[in-house]
């Protein structure tokens, strides 16, 4: 560490100097000469990470709404075009989620995280009621009016974002398993128990896979990480077993062709659609899967239709894209200004991969069908617009996370230049200054001498220029 600088008293996750205001939400404006002159202004922008992410959204968003459309010529509940109009205007509404969250600042999720998970777990409570609809033998869904909602998709949003908000906010004791993991794993096991008393599996397990991913994460210690582990999997299996028909889909998986007109006619109906599609797939429309043989075309198995149809190359470019969207995210996270941004983009990554894991491993045969949607692809409202709102914020996240950067650079050349102290809007940064000093054990940017740094624009340039006479 540089003489002069001191250690932040506040251990951080992310490993990132504190960029923020007094009130840890906003990124530092702009940087100011003592002498009253700006020096440079520093504003949310859409970084390079963030617009790449933003066009595979809209890369897989626009692959959804085909094949939602082609899967519901077989339907015979009501007409294609109905269908796709539908999906359109959830769509349309996710993307003002989408545009709204990522326009909004983050930070205040985090004053949000509890009423909101009160809010959640009041509305998952009224769904196992009789006010509750119930749908192909599960209760999940509310009917408000002429919109029906459902819970459990709003319960994984809003289940990340305490646990975010209570592990950034009690990062320097995550030591103590009262005040850091126990807090986590009983919010997750009252929201578990709530959502698999729908019953609804796959979304639970979703849930339990982004709080483990979050906790390892915050740097947990791997010894609680690994007692953690085999408990949830004892209670994964126990809730397996219990139902009668989560037993069935468990023999299917380790006996695919036992029963292919019973209880394997869902996996066998798949494979033989993904067969069907060979190297180029069959075309657009012309499958034959979803003309009454394949159950749930446009929903859960909706990745088969896209395997008959397009073949290999379009199963390969919707998996490809999914990767895409998993690097941006945790890179996403890695940049982010603060630790709450940080393990709130690590989880809402994680829930988008999780599940379409899931999907695509039961699709395939290769895990049990939990009957959860393909994300951004499968048709449904709750599940896209929660989907699409998560995207928003991890979006806002990356602009802020990016912009940090440019201020505090511009602070470490100043204070190399022998200048004196920098004066900002709202925070004084100054190396001795706990709110704005360096962080854990990553080496502040002033550990290179300026001479030996090469500047990033002509306009640092001409600004460090400036500072040395």
């Known amino acids: ?34 002498s009253g002159r700006r020096m440079a202004r520093a504003r949310p922008r859409w970084p390079a990470l963030a617009l790449v992410l933003l066009c595979v959204v809209i890369a897989l968003l626009g692959i959804g709404l085909v094949m939602v459309l082609s899967a519901s010529i077989g339907l015979r509940t009501q007409a294609p075009w109905r269908s796709f109009a539908q999906q359109l205007t959830f769509a349309g509404i996710g993307s003002i989620a989408l545009l709204v969250g990522a326009y909004a600042d983050y930070g205040r999720l985090r004053r949000m995280a509890v009423p909101l998970l009160v809010a959640t777990g009041l509305a998952l409570a009224i769904v196992l009621t009789p006010v509750g609809r119930t749908v192909n033998g599960g209760r999940r869904w509310l009917d408000v009016g002429p919109v029906r909602i459902q819970p459990s998709e709003l319960a994984k949003l809003a289940l990340t974002v305490v646990v975010a908000a209570l592990l950034s906010a009690r990062a320097h004791r995550l030591h103590e398993p009262r005040l850091s993991t126990r807090p986590v794993v009983l919010a997750t096991l009252a929201i ?39 408990a949830l999997a004892g209670l994964v299996v126990v809730f397996g077993l219990l139902e009668s028909y989560r037993r069935d889909r468990l023999l299917t998986f380790l006996h695919p062709n036992r029963d292919v007109s019973g209880i394997g006619y869902h996996l066998h109906q798949s494979l033989v659609g993904l067969g069907s599609g060979n190297f180029l797939g069959v075309g657009i429309g012309n499958g034959r899967a979803k003309l009454g043989y394949l159950p749930n075309a446009s929903t859960d198995f909706i990745m088969s239709v896209i395997g008959e149809e397009l073949g290999l190359i379009g199963t390969l470019l919707v998996i490809g894209l999914f990767v895409a969207f998993g690097v941006i995210g945790y890179r996403i996270a890695r940049h982010a200004a603060d630790d ?40 449904g409202g709750s599940s896209l617009i929660m989907l699409l709102g998560s995207v928003g914020i991890l979006l806002s996240i990356a602009r802020r996370g990016f912009v940090a950067d440019r201020p505090s650079e511009l602070v470490s050349e100043l204070d190399e230049s022998a200048v004196g102290r920098a004066v900002t809007i709202g925070v004084q940064h100054h190396p001795s200054n706990p709110v704005t000093g360096p962080t854990r054990s990553r080496p502040a940017r002033s550990s290179v001498p300026a001479a030996t740094r090469r500047p990033r624009s002509d306009a640092v340039r001409r600004r460090r220029q400036e500072v040395e006479r």
């Open 1 to 34: 560490m540089p003489p002069g600088r001191v250690q932040h008293p506040r251990m951080t996750i992310s490993g990132r100097p504190p960029v923020t205001d007094r009130s840890g939400a906003l990124p530092l404006r702009s940087v100011t000469h003592p």
């Open 192 to 230: 578990g128990v709530l959502i698999v008393s729908e019953p609804d599996m796959g979304t639970t397990l979703i849930v339990v896979a982004i709080v483990t991913v979050m906790l390892i994460a915050s740097g947990i210690p791997s010894a609680r990480l690994w007692r953690m582990a085999g």
């Open 340 to 379: 709450f941004g940080y393990l709130l983009a690590v989880g809402v990554t994680t829930g988008v991969l999780v599940q379409a894991f899931f999907n695509i491993g039961a699709v395939c045969g290769v895990l049990p069908i939990t009957g959860v949607p393909l994300p951004l692809i499968s048709a």
